[in-house]
């Protein structure tokens, strides 16, 4: 997998390889974050959650790790599908007093077969 | 299967006419968010109401755009007038509050645009 931003760039993976995706989120205060999958023409879907005292959360076939050091946040997906292309999009609550979630620009995750 | 739902799906209107957006939560969720979406801005929280109460609305232009709850099976996104910059993807979502942070649960969006 490659290392990328907040900006949108297209990561290429092999049908059946690991995919990570990375995030550096903003604020050092934020307690929650979600990673969110966007296929074409569809709303954003939930992938995953994970909270500040957590470093790691296991889905099916995903991974959120989470480096409150460096404000760094993975999705790792497992044995990556033609199903997984999509947007995956990042998002962090800053104020855990309300509900308001800062999403970032989104990686695009493009499965060759 | 619960799932938000939002109509029209798609919109084509003249710059000056009214948008009315209409957002169907999921049963029992308190909590209903208003987002827009753009390719320059990406992912925007326009307003979000919770029990039906608008709690924040800091990212919705006052002048023209208009969010309500009717009630707790609709919530609505007005614009009037509308212009051709309103142009973009307008996602609903719900969520269950219950002290913390709600999973925001996102609807298939209406496509707006405005000639």
């Known amino acids: 997998g490659e290392s990328v931003g907040l900006h949108l760039p297209t990561l290429s993976v092999q049908e059946g390889d690991n995919s990570i995706i990375n995030c550096a989120y903003s604020?050092?205060?934020?307690?929650?974050f979600i990673w969110y999958k966007q296929e074409s023409g569809k709303g954003p879907q939930f992938i995953i959650d994970?909270?500040?005292?957590?470093d790691k959360r296991q889905g099916q076939r995903v991974t959120v790790l989470l480096n409150k050091t460096v404000k760094h946040l993975s999705l790792q997906i497992a044995a990556t599908q033609p199903g997984d292309s999509a947007v995956y999009f990042c998002?962090?609550?800053?104020?855990?007093?309300?509900?308001?979630?800062?999403f970032g620009k989104g990686i695009t995750l493009s499965v060759r077969p | 299967d619960a799932r938000v739902t939002q109509t029209p799906r798609h919109k084509v209107t003249e710059m000056g006419q009214e948008v009315t957006m209409r957002c169907q939560p999921i049963l029992g969720h308190n909590t209903v968010f208003w987002y827009r979406q753009t390719m320059m801005q990406g992912l925007e929280l326009l307003a979000y109401f919770r029990n039906r109460a608008p709690l924040d609305d800091s990212g919705m232009p006052k002048d023209r755009f208009s969010a309500e709850m009717p009630d707790a099976t609709l919530a609505t996104l007005k614009i009037q007038p509308s212009e051709p910059r309103d142009s973009a993807v307008y996602f609903c979502a719900s969520g269950l509050w219950a002290g913390r942070q709600e999973t925001q649960y996102f609807g298939p969006g209406t496509r707006l645009l405005v000639l």
């Open positions: 604020n050092s205060a934020s307690d929650y």
């Open positions: 998002a962090e609550n800053i104020d855990g007093a309300n509900s308001k979630l800062t």
């Open positions: 994970i909270r500040s005292n957590m």
